[in-house]
């Protein structure tokens, strides 16, 4: 007979632990219950159990200290933690000392059978996500995958060291929201989290408007101004498509990075720069740096660290996570009410290759969360959802024009980039007059972002 499952659940609510440990037992699992951390230490190490269950918050020892211990007594177990807050931080704390995952209370029990069953190998079989309108903390970054979790960690290490960092991914793959974790998990949370679009800035307005201006430095100087690198004081400076900033102001960039201080435009005081700087970008800066596009001693200043987020569709195991968060999202800001999500829909998003990332799915998941006519999220919703947004080389190509193909993957790149014309007109391959031509003579209506 094959040995059955251990499992050693450690809470300290007496109920709980009761009813989990009959249905387990139900389920033919060997399980042992402790009502305390320093119990259930004792239970781990003579019952080596396959997987452990534990509380984040107990009397004495909590969940992050069991792992703590279990880390240093180099003793191995799958642990899964159960709190009770939607908090990133000891999330990230959790998955930083080794827990295999994380679960919020109430309790979903389909969802921790499911976890379980990953912790012991197995991949299970469901047939819907239920969701749950428990509490929603907004800018959460959700997943499972070993990516997204060594992701976390590096969230962790690199809010507590106030360091250059460099977010590098495909568009829509999270960037921004990670570089506001680091800024928010940092001791520096309160002070300002300062973005700048640099593909969105104009020449001659990026220096004021980065390092501020004296009182009649130029015609419409009336006043003096403070800019964003004063603006963002010890806190964050978010670089945003750093790859577009123009050759040559790169030096600039380079000496307030380098020297840590500025002057503003028309002054002669040195101020001081103490924001840390996150930059991100969704192009590759070395290819652009062997091109003579982007300086080699900017780009190594900047990437002292390195985030990489991998595309949606390297980490699909995050999909059904990312649904679940992203209809709850929707639900709220909309007022519908989707409860149930088939696993049919869920495996059409498998198929899917997500060029436009969580981004793409999150507007996927808005047309079919206000299309659908009840709380629940048909497959036939999505299906055409998911063609309309789908990349028209990747599967079966219809038979269309050269005139007729151009001029839908030009809609298909433009609604990729949110109708950035610079950045549509470089993946084409065009210059920008091209590209506006094209859009003119295919009558393709773009709407300002
Ligand atoms: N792991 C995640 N969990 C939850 N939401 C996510 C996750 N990743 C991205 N999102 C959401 O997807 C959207 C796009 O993310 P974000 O703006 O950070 O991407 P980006 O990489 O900066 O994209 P771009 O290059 O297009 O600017 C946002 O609404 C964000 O909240
Ligand atoms: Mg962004």
């Known amino acids: 007979m094959l ?67 279990l880390k240093t007594d180099g003793i191995e177990s799958r642990t899964i933690v159960i709190t009770a807050y939607q908090d990133m931080e000891t999330t990230v704390q959790a998955i930083k000392l080794g827990a295999f995952d994380y679960l919020h209370k109430p309790i979903d029990i389909d ?11 197995e991949v299970p079989e469901t047939e819907s996500i239920k969701v749950v309108d428990d509490e929603f903390k907004e800018n959460t970054i959700v997943g499972r995958s070993h990516e997204l979790k060594e ?27 990670v570089a506001r974790a680091i800024h928010y998990h940092s001791q520096y949370s309160a002070a300002p989290f300062i973005a700048i679009n640099c593909s969105a800035i104009v020449d001659n307005l990026l220096e004021s408007e980065l390092f501020g201006h004296e009182k009649g430095s130029f015609t419409g100087a009336v006043a003096a101004k403070k800019g964003k690198l004063e603006l963002a004081g010890n806190g964050t400076l978010f670089l945003d498509e750093i790859s577009e900033v123009p050759i040559h102001l790169q030096a600039k960039f380079l000496r307030f990075i380098q020297e840590r201080e ?14 840390r700087i996150i930059a991100a970008t969704n ?13 080699e001693d900017l780009y190594f200043r900047l990437r002292v660290f390195e985030i990489d987020i991998p595309p949606l569709r390297q980490r699909k195991e995050d999909l059904s996570l990312l649904v679940e968060y992203l209809v709850k999202k929707i639900n709220r800001t909309t007022g519908k009410k989707i409860r149930q999500i088939p696993m049919a ?57 050269l005139r007729e193909m151009e001029s839908r993957h030009i809609k298909y790149v433009l609604d990729h980039c949110q109708n950035n014309i610079s950045q549509a007109a470089r993946i084409l391959g065009i210059t920008r007059p091209t590209l506006r031509s094209k859009i003119k003579s295919f009558d393709l209506t773009v709407a300002k972002r």
């Not at 590096?154 to 977010?167: E, Q, R």
């Not at 500025?262 to 924001?275: H, L, M, S, T, Y």
């Open 345 to 401: 829909v869920i495996e059409r998003f498998m198929a899917h290759d997500w060029p436009g990332n969580i981004r793409e799915l999150e507007n996927v998941l808005i047309k079919a969360v206000v299309l659908s006519k009840d709380d629940c999220l048909h497959e036939s919703g999505v299906v055409d959802l998911l063609q309309q947004s789908s990349d028209p080389h990747a599967e079966s190509l219809p038979l269309l024009s």
């Open 262 to 275: 500025f002057e503003r435009v028309g002054g002669e005081r040195k101020i001081r720069f103490n924001a």
């Open 151 to 177: 992701i976390f960690k590096l969230i962790g290490l690199l809010s507590a060291v106030k360091t250059t960092v460099l977010v590098v991914g495909e568009s829509g793959t999270g960037k921004e929201l």
């Open 283 to 295: 192009r590759d800066l070395k290819e652009m740096v062997k091109k003579g596009e982007f300086r």
């Open 3 to 69: 040995k059955p499952v251990k499992i050693v659940i450690i809470d300290d609510n007496l109920e709980l632990l009761e009813s989990l440990e009959l249905y387990f037992n139900e389920k033919g699992y060997a399980v042992f219950t402790a009502p305390t951390g320093e119990v259930g230490l004792g239970l781990i190490k003579t019952e080596c159990p396959d997987v452990v269950i534990v509380d984040l918050r107990l009397p004495g020892m909590g969940g992050l200290e069991l792992l703590k211990v």
């Open 111 to 121: 969802l921790l059978d499911a976890v379980i069953d990953k912790a012991l190998g």
